[in-house]
């Protein structure tokens, strides 16, 4: 009863802030920015120089804001932006003003680079005004391009709502170029309009520029944003204005085949060197201008990164994020769903299968799959996705189908309305039982989300229902409801989150730890502002608590910690964590099930001190430290760790990720010291050929991984990738597995 009245009570702040922000939004937000936009008399050539007739006859976007570290003047570094368009392009200009001697700072020369240390220029556009889902096109000093998708409502704050927010792996044709002056560089974007996701004829688009500086550590706007907000907020902006109705794309067809081979060898089982080739191919195709089809059939999954390997100190699974290229794009419609420990659907949960004789996760081969996703008009998104998995006998794994159904209705001015459908289907059977449907064989979800975020973006907050049935367990308390609300302003932050799991939820193709109990999650923080060295400052508290009806309470984590953020862009932030445990199974703390384990209806109690802090950037050496000194279970926790790294100029960084653990128990349970490394070393030999090599160490898993991928992109999106892999046992270097995978990829515009 308690949940339903503080569910309906967010329920009414959220309309209440809707009434409010139609009456104050006018008084809170400085006017919005407008450009007129001219097209273009003239050919423009993309080479960086800013010397066509149709620059010089453009409008200029100029006067930025300042958004750190102040956010109440104008910037200090100046910047201008210029607008046209044609038939076929839309075309972006411009003057970067420095007037600080040095060079610039870029990570490397590697497309889709990111970070605030950088020297960059940042187109951000919301074609349907929606101020929810935009694309972003930025341009260094050197001519690296990055693009990336938009999507949700982030407010900014520390409590994760799941949302996707910026994803650099969306890749797409556009050209550029930039130039290096005296005092200031210059640069051009032509982005094809059918590139973009428009609605034919408009007239009126949102946009917004922002700027890095790393001489200055300026960071600046062309529409004023809150600098308690983040940078990529499509609630604050301005407003392009064509002087003529903007064309139909046209056509956007592409054809991406590949082709691959290799050669692995597993020395566990003793096998011989297995050769393999594969061919396939993805296919993109834009039904309407907003409304995108993907197909892929036997797809080829060898040349994504290998993920970064983490020490796991909790009871539960880890959470490692997608990275495969074709279930990124629009990828909030599916996965923005509950939050970052009750999602109903998580992609990676397709094409692995779990091998119960070894324990392990196992590759599982799709064989083919179709996604149609994107905006059917101004108010209404949609997605549809179906996956067809391959049978594998070795491990008695039927063939299963993989489908997924969203529909997003955007409702007051940033909100929206959102359903899912899940269905992961037995389609083929076993090899006992040959084909058949395998209608007792599924597991399904089905939910329907209320995402809300004020016109000012001071208010986010949501509420979700999600119901799971499956062939195999009860369906009653087969459910997963949360809510939360957050106000977010530059001095407070205030946030409020709950959730209740049911002990039969069971979403198969989801990502959900721990089921069977109830949750409450507020926090409170408060900043101030000195204007010096110091840019903020403020202490905070976040507070867990874990329940269920049988047990009563089982965890809570009450975490007070102090902030600051130093005007060279470095951050501090220590604390002290209270916490409490029961366990409702055997745990050993040290995951090595070596030893004696801690027993199921213990309970411990216990406190730490923990601290972060972040260097600034910019210089060629920066790192991240974090450490977590005191109790752990029944005993004690000395951990330290972080990132070490070292920027080789524009062509490449190396980099250390460490981690130390020192578990200490008292006998006879095991102690232990974990010990994760893993340097990195990224080399950019040009804007087109890259080496990435990759070694880690983790004596938790027993594992030594090296990964080393060189990439060479010969033409726009088409690639060159030859790929090792190679992996030992950490603690006699014994070898386990070995593989090298060539593969080629061609994106064909038809």
């Not at 997924?404 to 001015?413: E, I, S």
């Not at 037995?426 to 090899?431: C, E, L, Q, V």
């Not at 984590?557 to 953020?565: A, K, Q």
């Amino acid at each position: 009863m308690l949940f339903k009245k503080i569910t309906l009570l967010c329920l009414f702040l959220i309309l209440q802030t809707y009434v409010f922000d139609n009456l104050s939004i006018a008084q809170s937000i400085p006017k919005v920015r407008d450009l007129q936009v001219k097209k273009s008399t003239s050919k423009i050539k993309i080479d960086g120089f800013l010397n066509e007739n149709s620059w010089e006859k453009s409008e200029i976007a100029t006067d930025f804001w300042q958004y750190f570290p102040f956010d109440t003047s104008m910037a200090q570094t100046k910047s201008e932006v210029m607008v046209t368009y044609d038939d076929e392009f839309m075309y972006f200009g411009f003057k970067v003003i420095d007037p600080v001697q040095g060079g610039y700072v870029t990570s490397s020369l590697r497309r889709d680079f990111r970070g605030s240390q950088n020297d960059v220029i940042t187109v951000i556009l919301d074609p349907f005004m929606d101020q929810t889902n935009g694309i972003l096109f930025g341009i260094n000093p050197f001519g690296v391009q990055r693009e990336a998708l938009i999507s949700g409502n982030s407010g900014g704050n520390r409590i994760s709502s799941n949302n996707i927010g910026f994803d650099l792996s969306w890749d797409n044709k556009w050209f550029s170029d930039a130039k290096i002056h005296d005092g200031y560089w210059t640069a051009e974007m032509a982005i094809p309009f059918k590139t973009l996701r428009y609605k034919e004829g408009s007239t009126t688009w949102r946009a917004n520029f922002y700027r890095l500086d790393s001489k200055t550590g300026e960071r600046s706007s062309w529409g004023h944003i809150p600098r308690n907000q983040t940078l990529l907020s499509l609630a604050f902006g301005g407003q392009l204005h064509f002087n003529e109705p903007l064309p139909k794309p046209g056509a956007n067809i592409a054809l991406i085949p590949y082709v691959s081979g290799g050669a692995s060898k597993d020395f566990e089982e003793g096998d011989g060197t297995n050769s393999t080739g594969n061919v396939g191919a993805d296919a993109k195709i834009a039904v309407t201008p907003s409304l995108n089809l993907d197909l892929t059939i036997n797809p080829d999954f060898s040349q994504v990164e290998v993920d970064v390997q983490q020490a796991n100190l909790t009871r539960f699974e880890l959470f490692f994020p997608e990275r495969r290229q074709f279930f990124l794009e629009n990828a909030d419609v599916f996965a923005s769903f509950g939050d970052e420990r009750i999602r109903p659907f998580f992609s990676r949960r397709i094409g692995i299968a779990y091998d119960s004789l070894t324990g392990q996760n196992v590759p599982n081969q799709i064989n083919f799959g179709a996604r149609l996703s994107g905006r059917i008009d101004k108010n209404w998104r949609m997605g549809l996705m179906t996956m067809q998995a391959a049978r594998d006998d070795n491990i008695a794994l039927p063939s299963y189908n993989y489908t997924v159904a969203a529909l997003q209705r955007q409702v007051f001015t940033r909100s929206n309305i959102s359903a899912i459908l899940i269905n992961k289907q037995n389609f083929r059977g076993t090899a006992d039982n040959g084909f058949s449907l395998g209608s007792n064989d599924f597991n399904r979800v089905a939910g329907i989300d209320y995402n809300h975020a004020s016109a000012d973006n001071k208010w986010s907050g949501k509420v979700f229902y999600h119901q799971s049935f499956s062939d195999t367990e009860s369906n009653k308390d087969a459910f997963a409801h949360g809510a939360s609300l957050t106000y977010n302003v530059p001095a407070i932050r205030v946030s409020w989150n709950h959730s209740i799991i049911g002990s039969n939820y069971n979403p198969e193709v989801g990502f959900v730890p721990r089921t069977g109990f109830k949750r409450i999650f507020p926090g409170l923080a408060y900043t101030f502002y000195p204007n010096k060295k110091v840019v903020s400052h403020g202490p905070g508290i976040e507070t867990e608590f874990i329940w269920t009806d049988e047990l009563g309470k089982t965890d809570h984590n009450i975490n007070l910690y102090y902030s600051v953020s130093f005007s060279n862009t470095a951050q501090l932030e220590a604390g002290l964590q209270h916490q409490y445990t029961y366990l409702f199974d055997d745990f050993d703390p040290t995951r090595l099930n070596e030893g004696i384990p801690l027993s199921e209806g213990d309970d411990f109690e216990y406190l730490n001190f923990v601290a972060f802090y972040e260097s600034d950037k910019r210089p060629n050496f920066y790192y991240e430290i974090q450490s977590r000194v005191g109790q752990f279970f029944n005993g004690d926790l000395v951990s330290f760790g972080g990132t070490l790294n070292y920027r080789l100029d524009k062509y490449g960084i190396a980099t250390l990720n460490f981690a130390y653990n020192k578990i200490s128990l008292p006998e006879p349970y095991q102690s232990a010291n974990l010990l994760l490394l893993g340097p990195r070393f990224d080399i950019t030999f040009t804007k087109d050929l890259f080496l990435t090599t990759f070694f880690q160490f983790n004596n938790q898993t027993d594992n030594i991984n090296i990964n080393a991928r060189l990439q060479y992109r010969f033409k726009p999106v088409s690639d060159f990738f030859l790929v090792y892999t190679d992996n030992y046992y950490a603690t006699n270097f014994n070898v386990k597995s070995r593989a090298l995978v060539a593969k080629l990829t061609y994106w064909l515009n038809l």
